[in-house]
């Protein structure tokens, strides 16, 4: 049996709720060649101590958020991030359409990956078990890859600002 997460903290609920609420506008986003529809995806993993949030945007922003408080922010000017994440977007791109509209998204379970597409008409989603995901042998294993090769630079980039201090 596993723990339950304690309750997430206010300000992650209100920077989550921003995240998914957000006009592409706000943030210069606009449709280009390589993603015309998706904008930015969200994945979301839940654990006994709590939700991780990474939140990657088309222009190659990125940041990670944790339930309990806290995260780590990165630039789109850090080349190997940025293209992490471009690339995060684009697989998010062909897949978002196997992926169910949604309004409501809860936090997901402890043990659940939860990919949140933004596009520019609606958000579309989906969820899997984190273990069947890291594995390979799920239709959205791809973007589990993907969000992993992205968190590593996001962990490079916040190492290196460390080492600069």
């Known amino acids: 049996m596993s723990a339950v997460p304690p309750e ?35 994945t979301e993993t ?9 939140i990657s945007l088309a222009d190659g922003t990125t940041s ?5 408080g806290g995260g780590m922010l990165g630039s789109s000017e850090y080349i190997p991030l940025a293209e992490a994440a471009k690339a995060l977007v684009a697989q998010a791109e062909i ?18 990956v939860r990919f949140t597409i933004l596009t520019y008409t609606g ?23 993907l969000a992993q090769a992205t968190l590593e630079q996001l962990r490079l980039l916040s190492e290196k600002k460390r080492k600069s201090l």
Not at 11 to 16: A, E, G, K, T
Not at 105 to 112: D, I
Request: glycine letters at 6%.
């Open 8 to 42: 997430p903290a206010q300000d992650y609920l209100l920077l989550r709720s921003r995240i998914l609420s957000l006009n592409p506008d706000e943030m210069g986003l606009a449709p280009t060649n390589e993603t015309p529809h998706v904008w930015g995806i969200v």
């Open 46 to 54: 839940g654990y006994d101590v709590g939700s991780a949030t990474l």
């Open 64 to 68: 990670l958020y944790f339930s309990t």
């Open 95 to 112: 897949l978002f359409e196997q992926m169910t509209s949604t309004i409501e998204l809860p936090l997901p379970e402890v043990g659940t």
């Open 123 to 145: 958000n579309f989603s989906t969820e899997a078990p984190l273990k069947i995901l890291s594995t390979g042998q799920h239709s959205m294993s791809s973007l589990f890859t």
